[in-house]
């Protein structure tokens, strides 16, 4: 009877796209995930003030898009790895955790789930009847500076908060989906509360969201002024992204290293693996009456020297034990 050989354990996905990782979809099903993701956020960010007035309850927006995030994270992110934000994409690109052509193809897929997901809230907005200008109502949500701020915020204060969110907001995403951070699994609610936080603090200002891709949607289907002052929101966010991103890159993902293990350690997990590598169904025989005999490893026919027991033959043909009797026999002088 031979005892059964245990599975090898399989290597886990990495949720963040580490190198190296088990687990690697494709393209097509990554850019999927990433235009879905942004959809709902848009959906969440944009829906919720959109139908609510954002004076009188100004929480409930920055907290819907936050949550959304950290919904999407937990859907999508073993897939893609969860950006669904231009900014969040250049960061990674500059810290080293994505190629720049894979980069690429995120922003523009971000770009259609954003473009998507508010094309489907202006055509909410045009079957509500007491709405008579769709695009003035879209005015109220979308980013914008001087007269189309709040609270009158100039270029200059509106730009430099866009910059320190985006920063803040990469800067929580790398830390937190880095590989060598034992607690990855909480990095959808560490993203999530901290665009809630930024966002509650943007929209007084400027309607800052921290996202070219969800400001380039609103603007598309707002007045002609958003358009205008769109380079703003695509420029501040993508510097503070690069800062954070070239802050991570000093610390990149190295493997942990391995502990010292003594020869002896080695040897004998050398002879282990052997041993399990050659032992397989073709070392067994089958005797005359059809049972199998003892197994006998591959290893012992192949060359490899079997391990010496106390008291076995020594080279030359004789051991210890026959030298003594043959010196008391007389034949050895």
């Known amino acids: 009877m031979t005892s059964p050989v245990p599975a090898r354990p399989t290597e886990s996905p990495d949720l963040h796209g580490a190198p190296g990782a088990a687990f690697k979809p494709g393209l097509v099903a990554r850019l999927s995930a990433e235009a879905f993701g942004t959809l709902f956020l848009v959906i969440a960010g944009l829906g919720v003030p959109l139908f609510t007035i954002p004076q009188s309850n100004p929480l409930s927006a920055s907290l819907a898009a936050g949550l959304a995030v950290t919904a999407a994270m937990l859907a999508f992110a073993y897939i893609s790895g969860g950006h669904f934000n231009p900014a969040v994409t250049l960061g990674s690109a500059i810290a080293g955790r994505i190629r720049l052509p894979e980069a690429a193809a995120y922003l523009g897929a971000q770009l259609v789930g954003a473009v998507a997901g508010t094309l489907a809230l202006f055509g909410i907005l045009r079957t509500v009847p007491k709405i008579e200008d769709t695009r ?25 908060v866009e910059v320190l969110g985006a920063a ?5 995403f790398l830390g937190t989906t880095s590989a060598r951070n034992t607690n990855k699994a909480a990095a959808p609610f560490a993203v999530g509360l901290t665009l809630a936080v930024l966002l509650q603090l943007g929209q007084a200002v400027g309607n800052t969201p921290f996202n ?24 501040a966010p993508l510097v503070g ?36 590598d050659d032992f397989d169904d073709e070392d067994l025989d089958e005797g005359p009456d059809g049972d199998l005999e003892k197994a006998v490893p591959a290893a012992a026919g192949r060359g490899d020297a079997p391990k010496r027991a106390a008291g076995s033959e020594a080279p030359g043909g004789h051991n210890g034990k026959d030298d003594a009797r043959d010196f008391f026999d007389g034949k050895r002088g």
Do not use: C, K, Y
């Open 136 to 160: 003035a109502a879209f005015d109220t949500v979308t980013a914008g500076f001087g007269e189309h701020s709040i609270i009158q915020a100039p270029m200059a204060g509106v730009l430099l």
């Open 168 to 172: 803040l907001l990469v800067a929580v």
């Open 212 to 235: 070219p891709a969800r400001a380039t949607a609103s603007a598309i289907f707002s007045s002609t002024w958003s358009l205008e002052q769109l380079w703003l929101f695509w420029v």
């Open 241 to 276: 992204a690069a800062i954070a991103g070239l802050v991570f890159r000093g610390f990149a993902d190295l493997p942990a290293a391995a502990p010292a293990r003594t020869d002896n350690a080695v040897q004998g997990s050398e002879l282990d693996s052997e041993d399990d």
